[in-house]
């Protein structure tokens, strides 16, 4: 088994059913990729110090494009709601208006425990807990996901894959069992 200390990064990232190339679905798509890792880090206890946004167009094409921006953040977070501002910051960076875009994501690395034992007296970092997050979890826990999330999130929804002719889940999800009648 991984413990949480060997961790170096954490990854979220999405291929598009269908091209994207406008900005507002990819600041859409960074919103959903701040939030599923914001959920990966709290989980296991853990706080990144270093974020890495990317996008890709189609690989199959004679024109592929790949872009990807770098940041150290001043204060190791896990909460979507500080992540998502180092984004929008940088977004313009990122995007060139004629791409086509097939793939977004983001990388946290620099990954640390909210543990601080074993720190050295030279070894200062700068933890920003965000105090809403816990409750933010508990409310998408209660009534879904989709029931609060960042502005940005519904800026377009063109981006999200697409699902027609995915598999039945039925080890993970009750309603594509088949029921008997």
Known sequence: TRRSSDLKHIIS???????????????????????????????????????IIFANSSRFKNDYFSSAKSIILPQATNSFR????????????????NIIYKKTGIIVSDVISCKMEQRDLFDQVNINHDPILDALQMIKGKFGSDSIKLATSNLSDKWHMNNNFRSPRYTTDISDLIMAS
Not at 38 to 43: N, T
Request: hydrophobic content about 35%; charged content about 15%.
């Open 13 to 51: 990232s999405r291929s598009f059913g269908t091209g994207v190339n406008d900005v507002n679905s990819l600041l859409a798509s960074y919103s959903y990729h701040c939030e599923n890792l914001s959920r990966k880090l709290s989980k296991q206890g853990l706080f990144a110090q270093q974020i």
């Open 82 to 97: 500080h992540l998502m501002p180092y984004v929008t910051s940088i977004i313009n960076d990122i995007y060139k208006p």
